[in-house]
T-cell receptor, first 113, second 111 residues
């Protein structure tokens, strides 16, 4: 199993540009999450999904959108990129929302200039 | 979720045991203690979790005090590859979806 994969690894955007961060998991997990991590800080939840077709906002959803058309994929869309969105983005998945561990991808480092 | 308090940084000599403390004095009876770690620039990695009994797996041991107000993660024989930020997270097992990462403890394992 590849686990959780994310693309791209790095990206530089100009203010106002848009992009999609890709996330795929091959563990047949129902739950998927997007976190962001600012320098020196812990992770904050942006959006999560409990299954295909079902998504909900986390702690810091403004400026982002998500979709979940399949169990495997959970892309994160940035519209009108702003410098405040410069961060490292991690995608994660878990079998359930309970005591099961979350598996994290390697992250996407995004810089908005 | 209960709030956790961890020291910002710790050092440990390679080959020695690393004991990372976590205070969670407001923990509720149905809240679990989780430990994750994040090696530089990588995604967080699950280590271990427990409710009230001590737990051990191939990576570490988790010691939870009898009153559950604090816990200690033990890496029995620390290696240089254990240098990472360690996060103690307390949450109810069956509710909520986010892991509330604080700032964690930055563990430096030295030769």
């Amino acid at each position: 199993n590849a686990g959780v994969t994310q693309t791209p690894k790095f990206r530089i955007l100009k203010i106002g540009q848009s992009m999609t961060l890709q996330c795929t998991q091959d563990m047949n997990h129902n739950y998927m999450y997007w976190y962001r991590q600012d320098p020196g800080m812990g992770l904050k939840l942006i959006y999560y999904s409990v299954g295909a077709g079902i998504t909900d906002k986390g702690e810091v959803p403004n400026g982002y959108n998500v979709s979940r058309s399949t169990t495997e994929d959970f892309p994160l869309r940035l519209e009108l990129a702003a410098p405040s969105q410069t961060s490292v983005y991690f995608c994660a998945s878990s079998y359930s929302a309970g005591i099961n561990e979350q598996f994290f991808g390697p992250g996407t480092r995004l810089t908005v200039l | 979720d209960a709030k956790t308090t961890q020291p910002p940084s710790m050092d440990c000599a390679e080959g020695r045991a690393a004991n990372l403390p976590c205070n969670h004095s407001t923990i509720s009876g149905n809240e679990y203690v989780y430990w994750y770690r994040q090696i530089h620039s990588q995604g967080p990695q699950y280590i271990i979790h427990g409710l009230k009994n001590n737990e051990t797996n191939e990576m570490a041991s988790l010691i939870i005090t009898e009153d559950r107000k604090s816990s200690t993660l033990i890496l029995p024989h620390a290696t240089l590859r254990d240098t990472a930020v360690y996060y103690c997270i307390v949450r109810v097992g069956s509710s909520g979806y986010a892991l509330n990462f604080g700032k964690g403890t930055s563990l430096l394992v030295t030769p």
